[in-house]
């Protein structure tokens, strides 16, 4: 919900700057964290699906486990990837909560402010497990892993960020 309130921040147009539809339109890029993003809260679906299935007596470890044996990543490297996952869904969460209490309560003078703060949050919660995985994972797994959520998500159009933007720490005031 979040991220269909707040499509700017994702690099996306605005209904405002898309173009005609006589004129055939150009991907946005996709940033490299966005894909981040997707994948993590793409992972926790799948691992909440498995486990749902489990529960009902299925099998569920082919779904939980499609995209570690795609990533190539060991159980002791992935399990981070489900920490992260884990995280970043709850936080996603919370604040697609907030954004959704801003926009039943109506437009107004600071809703535009508020949903913008939380934008920065998500970012700032995206970036901290982009951080905690760069430390818990070697470099060339995440050079791999990297190549492989551009390929899976974003084949024609992401775009790498300078690394300097990636896993820097959050300014305390994005972290609230």
């Known amino acids: 919900m979040l991220c269909g309130l707040l499509r700017p921040a994702m690099g996306q147009a605005t209904p405002s700057q898309q173009q005609p539809s006589s004129v055939p339109s150009q991907p946005t890029p996709v940033s490299l964290e966005h894909l981040y993003w997707h994948f993590l809260v793409y992972q926790n679906h799948l691992d909440t699906k498995a486990e749902d299935l489990r529960t009902h007596g299925k099998g569920g470890s082919g779904l939980r486990n499609q995209l570690q044996k ?25 604040l697609d909560a907030k954004a959704a209490a801003i926009q039943k309560a109506g437009a107004s003078s600071s809703s535009h402010d508020q949903l913008k703060a939380l934008t920065v949050q998500r970012e700032a919660c995206i970036n901290s497990e982009i951080s905690y995985l760069k430390q818990n994972l070697p470099p060339d797994k995440i050079k791999a892993f990297e190549a492989f959520l551009t390929q899976l998500f974003s084949p024609n159009n992401a775009v790498p960020r300078p690394p300097s933007s990636i896993g820097q720490p959050v300014p305390a005031a994005a972290q609230k």
């Not at 795609?70 to 996952?85: C, M, N, P, Q, Y």
């Open 70 to 94: 795609k990533t190539g990543l060991s159980d002791a490297e992935f399990v981070h990837i489900r920490t992260s996952s884990v995280r970043l869904t709850a936080k996603v969460k919370d």
